[in-house]
């Protein structure tokens, strides 16, 4: 861990910041030592990332003071905070997938031969060098589009080391990582540390903070509510200063509200990555979908949603066979996806709220032509209010809210279809605690109005506490459906990894 008395690098002082007249930031201050990981901590819409804005140039503070190095400094925008040293690595990484790894790190400051050309020499060797500091087991001569998540952000950390940052702000980075990449990435982070790097970590991953931390901030409705040392205070003391009482686990799936009615069944389904899916989904019933990362889960919604053809197999929807080939078939057919990484597939993040919930319900809108603006934002107010997405604002753009938010206006979207068969996959990814509880509430709630649910998650005590019935996928096929009253984290996942027994 980081000596407590190095050096400040950083310190913001009182910053605030207002959308729409509403306060997201209030007089928030915040400190960073040389050679320290600092963790930025609270629920979805606590301010972290809108300090994080302020931070990198993206928004502009309406008060406060920032300070690098002992010195008063003002940031105008991305390109003045990079010049400064001050680097962000987005949840939703920021590479080009056609391009080599040195051609992604130098992207914008390439080196220059006698006669002006690119100097791809340079560049691969100056790049290698960054890559062995890493320790990374990639050349930077390989195509982006060829790496795993955590070896592109490998690449995300590169460049920031190309332009020697000063702080280094990393947003949610293990959300889409497997166990043994996050083990690398935190290596690398502590490497770093070694180095006198300095390092903001957000994350709602608790264990990720007291595995990696030496500080923790916690914001709560825009309001500092303490610095913290990791090792001087435990997890359900943290938990409790970030959403204000005490966080138990709670079982959503104890009264079961389905009915004996079969909804949708599938038989034998084969396609890109599975093969011989067979299982059923009740009216008003939870259905799980569990496994490891390459199970499945994700290509076999993608089938029933008709992003990807099915190359064989049978889905009976109401007692009659129907043929998905496409997207716009599935929603005629009641069938809507809340897709994995909701900023690539989910919404459209420069549209307003307003635009994005009624994204999918188009022709609702105009009548004779003429678009109905008062209905759309009728429409779009009614699930603000209903979900409490905050800002309560239609017409801010959804890229800025938070990650919880975000997904709350998707979920709106898809809900505004009037779907009977939701498809959730991964719903809570990149979600703090307190708005994981309200999207609990809101499935279990959908189901008693007698929607059907498909839930893929890969949070076990997830799928424990809100699936009436799980289906464990391995390699491709289903190998086990398991009740509610037999769930538990060891036995989905002897299914998982292939160990059950006949």
């Not at 996050?182 to 957000?202: A, E, N, V, W």
């Not at 938070?402 to 809570?428: A, M, W």
């Not at 649910?453 to 005590?461: K, Q, V, Y």
């Not at 799928?463 to 086990?480: A, F, N, P, T, W």
Request: proline share 2%; glycine share 8%; net charge neutral.
């Amino acid at each position: 861990m980081s000596n407590q008395e190095n050096s400040t690098v950083l310190i913001l002082k009182n910053i605030s910041k207002s959308f729409s007249g509403n306060l997201v930031l209030d007089s928030v201050n915040f400190d960073l030592k040389e050679g320290e990981i600092h963790a930025l901590l609270g629920e979805n819409g606590a301010g972290k990332s809108t300090l994080l804005n302020i931070l990198t140039g993206t928004f502009k503070m309406d008060e406060g003071e920032i300070y690098l190095k002992g010195k008063k400094v003002e940031i105008r925008g991305l390109t003045s905070a990079r010049d400064m040293g001050i680097v962000r690595v987005h949840q939703e990484l920021q590479v080009i997938p056609e391009m080599t790894v040195g051609q992604n790190i130098f992207l914008g400051r390439e080196p220059k031969t006698r006669l002006g050309l690119i100097d791809y020499d340079e560049i691969y060797r100056q790049s290698d060098e960054i890559l062995n500091e890493l320790d990374a087991d990639f050349s930077s001569k390989e195509l982006i589009k060829n790496l795993s998540t955590a070896q592109m952000q490998m690449v995300e950390i590169s460049k920031a080391l190309h332009q020697n940052f000063l702080v280094l702000a990393l947003d949610e980075p293990t959300s889409s990582l497997t166990s043994n990449e996050i083990d690398k990435l935190m290596s690398t982070m502590d490497q770093l540390r070694k180095q006198g790097k300095s390092i903001i970590y957000i994350s709602h991953r608790i264990e990720e903070v007291f595995r990696i931390a030496d500080r923790a901030t916690v914001l709560r409705d825009g309001k500092l509510m303490g610095t913290v040392d990791i090792d001087k205070i435990s997890k359900q003391e943290l938990i409790r200063l970030m959403v204000g009482r005490n966080i138990t686990d709670q079982k959503f799936n104890e009264k079961y509200v389905g009915t004996n009615e079969t909804i949708l069944e599938v038989q034998n389904l084969c396609g890109k990555g599975f093969s011989d899916v067979s299982f059923s989904l009740r009216k008003g019933e939870v259905l799980g979908f569990s496994g490891l990362i390459g199970a499945g889960r994700t290509e076999v919604a993608r089938s029933l949603f008709g992003i990807d053809r099915a190359s064989s197999g049978t889905i009976i929807l109401k007692g009659k066979n129907v043929s998905i080939k496409n997207p716009w078939d599935a929603r005629k057919y009641g069938i809507m996806l809340i897709p994995e990484d909701r900023k690539l597939q989910g919404m459209v993040g420069t549209l307003a709220n307003k635009n994005n919930i009624t994204l999918s319900n188009l022709s609702r809108y105009k009548k004779n032509g003429i678009i109905l603006h008062n209905k759309i934002a009728a429409d779009a107010w009614r699930y603000v209010n209903l979900f409490q997405i905050n800002p309560p604002d239609i017409e801010i753009e959804t890229r800025f809210l938070s990650g919880g938010n975000q997904q709350k206006v998707v979920l709106s979207r898809n809900l505004n279809t009037e779907p009977d068969i939701l498809i959730l996959d991964e719903p809570t990814r990149g979600i703090d605690i307190n708005v994981k509880f309200e999207i609990y509430k809101l499935i279990r709630q959908l189901a008693e109005e007698g929607k059907s649910i498909i839930m893929i998650s890969s949070e076990l005590p997830e799928i424990i506490s809100l699936c009436d019935r799980v289906i464990v996928m391995y390699e491709g096929k289903v190998q086990g459906e398991l009740l509610n009253t037999e769930l538990s984290e060891e036995l989905i996942m002897t299914y998982a990894m292939g160990e059950y027994k006949k």
